[in-house]
């Protein structure tokens, strides 16, 4: 079992920047694959970026490419959601989520899944 804990979630301007941590519990957190998600009110739960077990691969939405960045720390059991230049339509509930193999990851199946953390862009 692994447990998600997002954290750094907030309100921040359009143009400012934010970055969400998740803190994973368990001794097999470098074993997984870690992706981020987000859900805005009315609209389903989408993809926002994705990142290997080893961190040499990542993957992002087409909306955020250029202006977030997935990264993790292996040692800390932390994956991170570096997001510059924000705008209103990047407003949602972002998730943290673990994929515990690779196979999975390439498919889009995550197995845990964080509580979230709220994101506000005003304009």
């Known amino acids: 079992q692994v447990q998600l804990v997002e954290s750094g979630g907030g309100l921040v301007q359009a143009g400012g920047s934010l970055r969400l941590s998740c803190a994973a519990s368990?001794?097999?957190?470098?074993?997984?694959?870690m992706g981020w998600f987000r859900q805005a009110p009315g609209k389903e739960r989408e993809f926002v970026a994705a990142?290997?077990?080893?961190?040499?691969?990542?993957y992002y939405a087409d909306s955020v490419k250029g202006r977030f960045t997935i990264s993790r720390d292996n040692a800390k059991n932390t994956v991170y959601l570096q997001m510059n230049s924000l705008k209103p339509e990047d407003t949602a509930v972002y998730y943290c989520?673990?994929?515990?193999?690779?196979?999975?990851?390439?498919?889009?199946?995550?197995?845990?899944w964080g509580q979230g953390t709220q994101v506000t862009v005003s304009s």
């Open positions: 989520a673990a994929a515990v193999t690779s196979s999975r990851l390439q498919r889009g199946e995550f197995d845990y």
């Open positions: 368990g001794r097999t957190f470098s074993n997984y694959a």
């Open positions: 990142i290997s077990w080893s961190g040499g691969s990542t």
